[in-house]
C-alpha cells in the first residue's frame, strides 16, 4: 500500500509539471479526487486492512491528500497569474501621443468663455485666483453677512455633506479667503485688491432651459481705495465687449444680495430670441448674466479690511449662461450632456 502511494505521488508531481492550464490541471485533479479517481480506490482497498494498518496507512493517505491539494491550489494561481500575464503582453502597445484620425479635440464652450474672460481680466492686472468646491458654512454664507436663516441655507437649496461642509452654491465663497491673502499688500503697500476667481457651483434645484444644478461662475472683486461704481461698470464693459466682440442689449437694475450695497443685477437681451422671448429666457427677452455691487462693509470686516478706508465692488457672472448666449447654446442642459458631437463644433480664439 505504500509503494502504491509513493506510485501515485510520483505520477502526480509528473502531471502537475505538464499541466499546461487550468483545464488540464482539474483534470488532474478530477483524476485523483473525482468519483472513480485514483485516491477513491485507494480508499476502497483500505478496507480489506487490519485495524493497526488502517491507522497507520490512513494518516499517509491523508497526508498525501492535503499535500496534492496544496500544490494544485499553488498550480492554479501560477497558471491564472500566467494567464493574465499573456493576455498583458497580447495587448498591442498604444502610442497615445500619435493624434486621433477619427476626432480631433476641442475645448468645452465653458472653457472657451472661461479663458476669454481671464484673458481680459488679466490684461486688466488681475489675478486669477483656483478655490475648493468644497466649502464651511462660513466661507459660502457667514463670512458673506448672510445669517443663520436666510433662505439660501436651506437644504433644498445648498447640498451638505455629512461634516458639516457643503459644495458651494456661488464662487463668493472665496472672497473671504482672497481678502485674507492679499490685504497685507493693500494695507502695507497699497496694492489694490483685484482678482478673479471661476470655479463649479452646485445648487439642489430643479432643471430648465437656464437652470441647472451644477453651473460655473466667475467671481471678480476689487478693493482699494475710492473704488466706485464707475469702476464696476467700466470692468463689466469692457469685459461684455471683449466676450462678445459686438454689440450687445444690457440693463442694470436694483438687486439685492446680503453682502452688496448697492447691488445690482445685470441683465444681457437674449441674444436666442433678440429679446423677443423664448424658452431660453424663461420667455422674458432678458437673461440674468452678472449680479453686481459695491461690498458690504460687513464684509470687508470680516476679511480684515477697514470699510472706512477702502470700498471695493464683486460680482459674479454666470459663465454657463455666458456660454449659452455666446455660442447660441439654447438649452443650458445641453452644456452639461457629455455630447461629443454637439459640443465640439465650437471653435474660437481663446
Ligand atoms: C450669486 O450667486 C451671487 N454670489 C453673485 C454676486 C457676486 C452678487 C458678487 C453680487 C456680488 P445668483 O444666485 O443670482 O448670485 O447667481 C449669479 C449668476 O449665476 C446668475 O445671474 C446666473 O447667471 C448664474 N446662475 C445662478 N443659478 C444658476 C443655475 N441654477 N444655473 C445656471 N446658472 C445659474
Known amino acids: 500500500m505504500l509503494s502504491k502511494l509513493s506510485e501515485i505521488r510520483k505520477q502526480f508531481e509528473t502531471h502537475l509539471l505538464e499541466a499546461k492550464d487550468s483545464g488540464e490541471l482539474e483534470e488532474l485533479r478530477v483524476s485523483l479526487f473525482g468519483k472513480n479517481g485514483t485516491m477513491k480506490s485507494v ?4 478496507g ?6 488502517k491507522k497507520a496507512i490512513g494518516a499517509k493517505v491523508n497526508e498525501l491528500k492535503d499535500e496534492i491539494s496544496e500544490k494544485i491550489a499553488a498550480k492554479k494561481e501560477e497558471l491564472q497569474r500566467m494567464e493574465m500575464e499573456r493576455q498583458i503582453n497580447a495587448v498591442p502597445t498604444i502610442d497615445l501621443s500619435i493624434p486621433s484620425k477619427d476626432m480631433q479635440g476641442s475645448y468645452h464652450p465653458i472653457t472657451l468663455v472661461q479663458r476669454q474672460c481671464e484673458n481680459v481680466f488679466k490684461s486688466m492686472g488681475f489675478v486669477v485666483e483656483d478655490y475648493s468646491e468644497i466649502v464651511s458654512d462660513y466661507e459660502c454664507f457667514e463670512s458673506l453677512n448672510i445669517p443663520k436663516f436666510h433662505p439660501a441655507r436651506d437644504m433644498q437649496d445648498t447640498y451638505y455633506l455629512e461634516n458639516g461642509q457643503l459644495l458651494k452654491t456661488q464662487t463668493s465663497a472665496a472672497q473671504n479667503a482672497i481678502y485674507r491673502k492679499y490685504r497685507d499688500a493693500l494695507i502695507n503697500d497699497g496694492v489694490p485688491i483685484k482678482a478673479i476667481f471661476p470655479g463649479r457651483c452646485f445648487r439642489n434645484e430643479s432643471t430648465d432651459a437656464c ?15 475710492n473704488v466706485s461704481i464707475a469702476n464696476l461698470i467700466y470692468f ?3 469685459m461684455l465687449s471683449e466676450v462678445f466682440r459686438k454689440d450687445i442689449k444690457v440693463r442694470l437694475r436694483p438687486g439685492f444680495f446680503p453682502f452688496v450695497e448697492p447691488g445690482f443685477e445685470l441683465d444681457i437681451s437674449c441674444l436666442i430670441c433678440g429679446g423677443e422671448g423664448c424658452p431660453s429666457c424663461k420667455h422674458s427677452g432678458w437673461l440674468e ?3 453686481c455691487g459695491m461690498i458690504h462693509p460687513e464684509v470687508l470686516k470680516a476679511g480684515g479690511i477697514d470699510p472706512e478706508k477702502y470700498t471695493g465692488f464683486a460680482f459674479g457672472l454666470g459663465m454657463t449662461r455666458l456660454a ?7 438649452d443650458i442642459r445641453d452644456l452639461n450632456s457629455g455630447n461629443l458631437e454637439s459640443m465640439c463644433q465650437f471653435t474660437d480664439d481663446i
Request: charged content about 25%.
Open 43 to 46: 480508499l476502497k482497498e483500505m
Open 48 to 53: 480489506a486492512l487490519s485495524v493497526e494498518e
Open 211 to 225: 437652470h441647472e444644478n451644477t453651473f460655473f461662475q466667475m467671481e471678480g472683486i476689487m478693493v482699494g481705495e
Open 236 to 238: 463689466m464693459k469692457t
Open 289 to 291: 448674466l452678472c449680479p
Open 324 to 330: 449659452m448666449m455666446k455660442y447660441g447654446v439654447k
